[in-house]
């Protein structure tokens, strides 16, 4: 089957646990919005999956193989948090690095064309996240997961996002979290929340003042 399938997650830092039995699955065709509060885990969830933490139990298949450090197969990708790509390389070298199938359809995206010659770290902050998130994106991995992908991005950039999230979702599995929680909610095919170290299937924004995500006004 093809899915990436996580389950059991058990994380602490130290003596906090912040996973405690957490489930999870992505099917190719699926976008699985992320939501939880600050600190819920969510980031930390996301490195467990590709393999950067390694956490004290967890159970990962990813098309039915057992996983280990994800981030080996090149099957899944992650966009981190945080700026991840050394602001002196040039647009048209990151392309060469990250970018295969999908290289013409790139090259024709306004924001790599015009910026070809131009090191990431000169554009402006929403563009440079625009970047980075399309990068990801348009890799070859089949599964993709996105850390606060919207944050920095004004509201026509957060648009374009979007869209190109639609368009690739029938090729990949996504893993989306961010706190703007509409966005997330209009683009994926169902909601988990993380909450106190376990996962909850949210099926409206009722589910999410339940639990205690949107305050009860
Ligand atoms: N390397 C670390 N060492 C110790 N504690 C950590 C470490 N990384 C994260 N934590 C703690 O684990 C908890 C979960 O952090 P995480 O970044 O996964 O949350 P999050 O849900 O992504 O939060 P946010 O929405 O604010 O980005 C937080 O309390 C955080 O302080």
């Given amino acids: 089957m093809q899915e990436l399938y996580i389950d059991s997650v058990n994380h602490r830092y130290g003596e906090y ?15 699985v919005g992320l939501l939880g509060r600050n600190g819920s885990g969510k980031s930390t969830l996301l490195k467990i999956i590709f393999g950067s933490i390694q956490p004290r139990f967890k159970y990962l298949k990813i098309d039915d193989e057992l996983q280990v450090k994800t ?3 090149q099957q899944v990708a992650y966009l981190p948090q945080g700026y991840f790509i050394p602001h002196y390389l040039k647009i048209k070298d990151l392309i060469e690095l990250y970018i295969n199938n999908y290289k013409d359809q790139v090259l024709n995206l306004a924001i790599f064309k015009s910026n070809l010659n131009e090191p990431i ?16 994106l348009y890799s070859d991995a089949k599964y993709v997961l996105l850390d606060e992908p919207f944050s920095q991005l004004a509201p026509l950039i957060a648009n374009e996002l979007k869209e190109h999230i639609v368009h690739l979702k029938s090729q990949k599995g996504l893993i989306i979290t961010d706190h703007y929680y509409r966005q997330i909610i209009e683009i994926s095919s169902r909601i988990i929340l993380l909450h106190n170290g376990c996962n ?4 409206n924004e009722d589910d999410l003042i339940v639990h205690g995500y949107l305050p009860n006004l």
């Fill in 17 to 31: 646990q912040v996973l405690s039995s957490v489930y999870l699955t992505c099917k190719i065709g699926e976008v």
């Fill in 71 to 73: 981030y080996l197969t």
């Fill in 121 to 136: 770290g000169n554009l402006s902050g929403g563009n440079r996240r625009l970047v980075e998130a399309l990068l990801i």
């Fill in 200 to 203: 909850y299937a949210i099926n």
